[in-house]
């Protein structure tokens, strides 16, 4: 009974700790003008949800990218749902790509990251800048979307560390009683 608490207590913590991070994350990526290069900014939410779902498994993963993509539909003041849906969808698949396909690495992870990053902003830019007959779509395009995704990868690196440290404290040996 105690083993049962114990592993219980211990899941809870390390779902606090993402969610204490991935808050932290949104207050980084909301913040204006922080970490700004010209119009574009590292993605935090996005590399955050990418690395939980790489150490935490497909399901765990999808629910909480979709969790991340909520918050970060909230506080982009958008269309609720969308961001969300794509991050459960993008966690999904890295999750299973990295077990099948993949060694659990920071270069493959960099990169897989970064093309979840390209994937998600040529969408946004997509459907909120090309479709709606903005004028400069490429333009915007080079100066938005391929700066930020390069922008996100420092970031991705870090969050990639961290959650493995997370991952890491508060694994559960099933041996142990």
Do not use: H
Not at 77 to 106: D, H, N
């Amino acid at each position: 009974m105690e083993s049962r608490r114990k592993r219980s207590r211990s899941q809870l913590f390390k779902w606090g700790c993402y969610g204490l991070l991935m808050l932290l994350c949104t207050v980084l990526q909301t913040t204006p003008g922080l970490f700004q290069l010209g119009n574009a900014k590292p993605l935090w939410l996005l590399p955050l949800a990418l690395a939980a779902a790489v150490f935490e498994g497909e399901f765990a993963g999808a629910l909480f990218g979709a969790v991340c993509g909520l918050m970060w539909d909230y506080t982009a003041g958008r269309t609720i749902g969308m961001l969300a849906l794509e991050l459960m969808i993008l966690c999904f698949a890295l999750s299973a790509v990295v077990q099948l396909y993949f060694k659990t690495s920071v270069p493959n992870f960099l990169l897989l990251n970064t093309l979840g990053a390209m994937v998600v902003l040529t969408l946004d830019w997509l459907f909120f800048y090309y479709m709606p007959g903005y004028s400069g779509p490429v333009v915007r395009y080079l100066s938005f979307v391929l700066p930020s995704a390069v922008l996100t990868i420092p970031v991705s690196w870090l969050l990639f560390r961290v959650a493995k440290r997370i991952s890491e404290e508060f694994k559960i040996d099933n041996g142990v009683v």
